[in-house]
């Protein structure tokens, strides 16, 4: 779908009201057109259905995933810096995506959204960050692959929003240990 600042109005619009809200269930068409400041004609053009709207929202949320990324990691320089800063990247996101209640509110919205994100980030990852992630120090001894590492660095993301933590840097110290970078971050580890 092409983008112009109504549709994009409507869909930041339709990601606030699913963050506050805890999920999808109690969003109604109403409640998006007021939230982005559009009649509900205007909201229907677009959208003519809460699924085309549920189904744009989560290409929108992909793609906001995958700028988000890119941004990040252009001012990185070495493989090591690029992984900790989308480490990062990844809990910041999904700490503004989720936020602190949304699995404990409505896990079956929760897991859902995890789980039809997880082949379009395992696969951004790979793409932008595969010498990076041949760095960790199972890839390196061949007991993982680099998309089995990308994969499993984003499934422990996930997992700190199905049991919470209410310290998201204790998650990203855990990510940074099994990376092989330093508290610090950015740095390889010595071996």
Do not use: C, K
């Not at 606030?16 to 805890?22: C, F, P, W, Y």
């Not at 700028?67 to 700490?95: C, K, N």
């Not at 700190?160 to 855990?174: A, E, G, I, K, Q």
């Amino acid at each position: 779908m092409e983008r112009n600042a109504t549709t994009t109005a409507i869909l930041d619009a339709t990601h606030r009201l699913t963050v506050e809200r805890a999920g999808t269930d109690r969003l109604t068409m109403s409640a998006v057109a007021a939230e982005a400041g559009v009649s509900r004609p205007t909201l229907y053009r677009w959208f003519p259905t809460r699924d085309h709207l549920l189904t744009a929202m989560a290409e929108y949320e992909e793609e906001r995933f995958d700028r988000g990324l890119h941004t990040v990691l252009r001012p990185t320089q070495t493989p090591a810096e690029r992984l900790d800063a989308a480490l990062g990247y990844l809990v910041w996101f999904l700490d503004d995506n989720l936020g602190p209640h949304a699995v404990s509110l409505d896990p079956g919205f929760a897991l859902r959204s995890l789980a039809a994100s997880l082949p379009t980030q395992v696969e951004t990852w790979v793409r932008l960050l595969g010498d990076a992630l041949a760095r960790v120090p199972a890839v390196r001894a061949g007991e993982l692959s680099v998309d089995d590492a990308a994969e499993l660095f984003l499934r422990l993301a996930y997992s700190h929003y199905l049991v919470r933590h209410d310290d998201p840097s204790t998650l990203l110290r855990s990510m940074r240990s099994m990376a092989g970078l330093r508290p610090g971050g950015g740095r390889r580890a010595a071996g």
